[in-house]
């Protein structure tokens, strides 16, 4: 059966009149069909989402905490269920999905603190008699339009914090890997969610393009690649819409010589090849300073060795494929495209077979040494499992390197110094920064959000920016008649006694 939408609290029966496939990146093999949404699919699920924002705005507090109470807990059982969907269509390993559900559910725990979180501020006696208190009111329907990399985690760093701060939600989710959408729409149904509430339209541009320009959608949330981020930040900013669009990356992991290089070799190896190099936040290039490479090479090169590649459901597999063909074949050009350039290519991924799984999207880990800033592998996203080692002379080279990249997203620096770490965090040009630790995810509590070409617009995505995104500031001054205070008064009340 295709994969359908779900629109009004239920699942479309409708056949749809484009579909695309769906694959099992481990054999290759396609295994579904997804709707792709016509403008007339995404209008209804919008029309959805504005009748049931009518009533959903104004339920109590109390109740939206405890749907997202009931979401937490069922997220939490189901977690093994969301995790087997996720490897099915996306190929990354079970651990890995169960580390995405992880991370999803925390921002749902986040959500689960609302009522906290929305409270407003208050200021008694700003003027004679007069008090004044702020409160903030949700926008209405609300759109997020994901990638296929994290097809539950990145969706929930949005609807969590939309929904519970009373919007309506339609997703428009990854068309690579749509399934588990679907689950969590099952299971906010079991939660109680409100028909109307949360819908999920699937589809491809056309799909984009309607809720970018639907009247009745009032921001949109968006991650995926640059040149995607750029063009709906553009579009829905023109638009009217409130905006935030997350995109690509390519992050630095620099290694100072008196690094701990164990550490920084697993590091290296963890965030380079881990979810085959498909995530956000991988590290891409190592900046090696001073005779850092030639001590940490032997040692990533060992870990390599070692690892796993295999169906992501496959016993003791540590990597998975890549998600498309095209992707694999795109990944393995670029390796091509740095030999020919001059980089050393010293452990090569191309010519993996998975034994089994011959038809799989497979690219082994990648390491390539010397490669030089002008190389297409440093310049672009390679979104693969290839990391890069570039060499510098110093320390102040390192940073001017991170700093003229012009993505920002993730970066770290691994070093024994206190002083050089300082330096770092006060001199770096990106916006989320791990010290000995390669991967800084912030957590449900903080934001996420890059700098630069990672990321367009003001707000950082869940966490208390998420509440900000996602609702507008009222700010009030009331004075009750005092029988004292009569009169017209022409001047600009400024004075504190007025
Ligand atoms: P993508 O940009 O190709 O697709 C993202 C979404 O946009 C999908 O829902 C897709 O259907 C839609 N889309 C694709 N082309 C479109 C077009 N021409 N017009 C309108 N909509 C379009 O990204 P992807 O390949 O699914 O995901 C990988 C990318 O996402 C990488 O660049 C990665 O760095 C980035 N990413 C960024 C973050 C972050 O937090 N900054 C997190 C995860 C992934």
Not at 303 to 309: D, P, Y
Not at 344 to 358: C, F, P, S, Y
Not at 359 to 365: A, E, I, L, R, Y
Request: one cysteine or more.
């Amino acid at each position: 059966m295709t994969i359908n939408h779900w629109i009004d609290g239920h699942l479309v029966t409708d056949e749809p009149a484009r579909t695309a496939p769906v694959t099992n990146p481990a054999t290759g093999a396609e295994t579904d069909r997804v709707a792709l949404a016509s403008t007339e699919d995404v209008d209804r699920a919008v029309a959805s989402a504005a009748t049931a924002y009518d009533t959903w705005r104004h339920s109590p507090l109390t109740r939206r905490q405890g749907i997202m109470f009931a979401l937490r807990d069922l997220v939490d059982r189901r977690r093994h269920d969301l995790a087997k969907v996720i490897t099915a269509e996306h190929g990354k390993t079970i651990d890995d999905a169960l580390g995405e559900v992880q991370r999803g559910l925390e921002v749902i725990e986040f959500a689960c603190n609302i009522a906290h979180l929305l409270k407003g501020d208050y200021s008694e006696q700003v003027s004679t008699g007069v008090d004044t208190w702020s409160i903030r009111q949700p926008l209405g329907v609300v759109a997020g339009i994901t990638p296929f990399n994290f097809p539950i985690m990145v969706p929930c760093w949005m609807h969590p914090m939309a929904i519970a701060t009373g919007n309506t939600f339609v997703l428009k989710p990854s068309e690579k890997d749509p399934s588990v959408s679907l689950l969590m729409a099952e299971l906010y149904a079991e939660a109680g969610l409100p028909e109307g509430v949360f819908n999920v339209v699937h589809g491809d541009k056309v799909a984009v393009d309607r809720l970018l320009e639907h009247p009745d959608v009032e921001a949109v949330s968006f991650v995926g690649s640059t040149p995607i981020a750029r063009y709906i930040h553009t579009t829905a900013s023109t638009n009217g819409k409130r905006v935030q669009a997350l995109g690509g990356a390519k992050n630095h992991m620099v290694v100072l010589p008196d690094a701990d290089m164990e550490l920084a070799a697993d590091a290296a190896v963890s965030a380079g090849y881990g979810s085959a190099g498909e995530r956000c936040m991988a590290i891409s290039v190592v900046v090696a300073v001073g005779d850092a490479a030639d001590r940490l090479i032997p040692l990533v090169e060992e870990r390599i060795a070692t690892l796993r590649v295999g169906a992501g459901d496959a016993d003791g597999s540590e990597m998975g494929p890549l998600i498309t063909a095209e992707h694999r074949d795109r990944v393995a050009g670029y390796v091509d495209a740095g030999e020919t350039a001059g980089a050393t290519v010293v452990a090569d991924g191309r010519n993996l077979v998975v034994e089994g799984h011959e038809g799989g999207f497979f690219v082994g880990p990648t390491l390539l040494d010397h490669v030089t800033p002008g190389m297409s592998v440093y310049t672009d996203e390679i979104f693969g499992p290839v990391l890069s080692v570039v060499r510098t002379d110093s320390y102040q080279a390192a940073i001017d390197l991170v700093n003229a990249n012009p993505y920002g997203n993730g970066t770290a620096v691994f070093t024994s110094d206190g002083g050089a770490s300082r330096l770092f965090q006060q001199q770096i040009s990106v916006g989320m920064v791990g010290i000995n630790l390669p991967i800084p995810v912030p957590l449900s509590f903080y934001s996420f959000g890059g700098w630069k070409n990672s990321a367009f617009g003001s707000h950082g995505i869940y966490g208390p920016e998420g509440v900000h995104f996602y609702t507008k500031q009222k700010v009030l001054i009331s004075r009750w008649p005092d029988p004292m205070h009569r009169g017209v008064d022409l001047g600009f009340p400024a004075s504190a006694d007025d």
